[in-house]
């Protein structure tokens, strides 16, 4: 197996508790999915968000979804003038038997323009 690093990134539409729950849930299932991953297969997670978020921390959207033993921490985008509001990114270590090349980064909803070079 090899460490492998897999990049997201969902645009919320509102600074909400749980609308930040349910985009970042559904960001971590689709990498998990699009990457035959399971928990087990988690190293860890980076979260980032932009400092226009402030209801609660993306880690806790994994935390809900059963991932309770992968380090997380949470960090602040920087706030660059016209960069894309209420953006939560992940890069996630991984344990895979997938090439760099094969690994599905992604990109949900207008998230997808922030990486139209990797987003699939």
Same mark, same amino acid.
Request: charged residues 25%; contains cysteine; aromatic residues 4%.
């Given at each position: 197996?090899?460490?492998? *690093?897999? /990049? ?8 909400? *508790? ?13 990498? %998990? ?6 928990? @087990?297969?988690? +190293?860890? !997670? ?17 935390? =809900? ?7 997380? +921490?949470?960090?602040?985008?920087? @706030? +660059?003038?016209?960069?894309?509001? #209420?953006?939560? #990114? +992940?890069?996630? $270590? !991984? ?7 094969? !690994?599905? $980064?992604?990109? %949900? ?5 922030? /990486? =139209?070079?990797? *987003?699939?």
């Amino acid at each position: 197996m090899a460490v492998r *690093a897999v /990049r997201g990134a969902v645009q919320l539409e509102r600074d909400e *508790a749980g609308h930040m729950d349910e985009q970042v849930g559904a960001l971590l299932t689709a990498v %998990l999915e699009r990457n035959g991953l399971t928990p @087990e297969d988690l +190293i860890s !997670i980076w979260f980032t968000a932009t400092p226009d978020l402030h209801s609660d921390f993306p880690a806790a959207a994994a935390r =809900k979804l059963g991932i309770v033993d992968v380090p997380l +921490i949470c960090a602040q985008e920087l @706030e +660059i003038e016209g960069a894309m509001p #209420r953006v939560v #990114r +992940i890069l996630a $270590h !991984i344990e895979s038997d997938r090439s760099r090349a094969a !690994i599905s $980064h992604v990109y %949900l909803g207008a998230a997808a323009a922030l /990486r =139209k070079d990797i *987003a699939q």
